[in-house]
């Protein structure tokens, strides 16, 4: 074993150079804290599908507190929703068209790729070191510091680590920190088709309660800038392949889209979407904290929660290592209450998420009946429509409670 006295040990290290790892990256800058990123992946990978196209305002406003300007490029190429949409059985029950308003005023309507490319550039002008393709397998921790094993073989000492490493966390595993949910009962399947630049859809956020476009299933059509994310709500005990392969595949997206977006697929996948958190958000010597994925697990829907409280996850946890650095004496009982807080968010979350998609799957009878019974009075009052059109949504999230989401 390597005299540990030899090596450098790091101040803080973040695993994973996803969107929260990059986040976590900034943010220690913002401290004045050297940070080192080790990354399972090449840098020069691609990233799967559109994922969150939706960062709130709260959002945009944490890195911006972190990385002056670094919204910008973000709020320009992002586009905004123009109105909100719900149908039942192919009728229309609700509608509503926003007033015009500058970019990134609401949030920002952009898929995760892009808005990963604008993090990764500012963290290497920043000065974020990295280390491409490396894995993390392993990980000890002590009362003063972490020992994180590699692939290769090799290890790296950190005071700190902030573990970023997404759904399979390596770091949680090896921590033994369990996640604590289930999973969702229905599949879904989630498309992405490009805009055609030449004849624009309006950029209208709706939802298909029993679309007989694809035999009364739901479906969620949400813009995003140069394209579309529609998610298909399939049955619980039915096969999914078949929607996710041609010929179904593209007819089913050319009769909710259009004809013209059934040649303008660019990914699908399916998910039983998880919703779950971990029981600690850190280890017992309160030297790595959970955040992002490697800490929780949410739907996407309810107002897609995952990416959106990731970066508060990262932000004040970096702030919390910050001062356990300057204050040694008090580090542990730091670490243990962002954590606390971190995980409280998680919990809100999970449900608020949970909520919404106990509303989309409407497994009850007495659910599927007011469902049905709002649908028949949105003809005369706007009040059910409304609610149709909310409630995949989720419940209202408080706008400045740094630790709700
Ligand atoms: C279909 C779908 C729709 C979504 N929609 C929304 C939405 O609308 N709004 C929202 O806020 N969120 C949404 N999300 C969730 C969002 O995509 C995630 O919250 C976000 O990707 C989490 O970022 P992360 O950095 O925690 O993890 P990831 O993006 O998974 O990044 C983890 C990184 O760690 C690396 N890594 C993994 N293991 C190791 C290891 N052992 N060593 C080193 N590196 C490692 C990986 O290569 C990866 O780069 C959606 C997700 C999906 C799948």
Redesign the pocket.
Known sequence: MPNDKLHVIHPLVV????????TAALAARHHQLPVLI????PED?T?P???????FQETLDLLESVADGVTAPITEQANNWESLRTTYSGRQIYFKRFPPCRPGKFGAAIS?RES?QVLLKRCHEEGVQFRWK????GVHTTSDRVTLTLDDGSRLHASYVIA????????RRALGIELDGDRSESS?V?VDVAEDPAAPLERTRSFHYRSPAVDGRNVLM?PFAGGW?I?LECRPDEDVRPWQEEPLLSQWVAAVAGPKYASRISWV?T?RFHRSVALSYTDDHARVLL????AHL?P?FG????????VPDAIFGVEAIAKALSDPASARQIINAVATERRLAGIANRDAASSALVHMEARGRLLRLQQRLAALLARWFRRPGEWLDRAPMGPSRPVSARSRF
Do not use: K, M
Not at 49 to 55: E, F, K
Not at 134 to 137: E, F, L, N, P
Not at 291 to 294: I, L, N, P, S, Y
């Open positions: 695993v994973g150079a996803g969107p929260v790892g990059l080790v990354e399972a992946e990978r990233r599908g559109s994922r969150a196209t939706y960062l995760q990963e490396t894995s993390v397998t970023a490493d997404g759904a399979r966390s390596a770091v879904f989630i949400v994310r998610d996948s998910y955040t992002g994925e490697a949410f996407p107002g897609g929660r995952g990416l959106n409280s990731g």
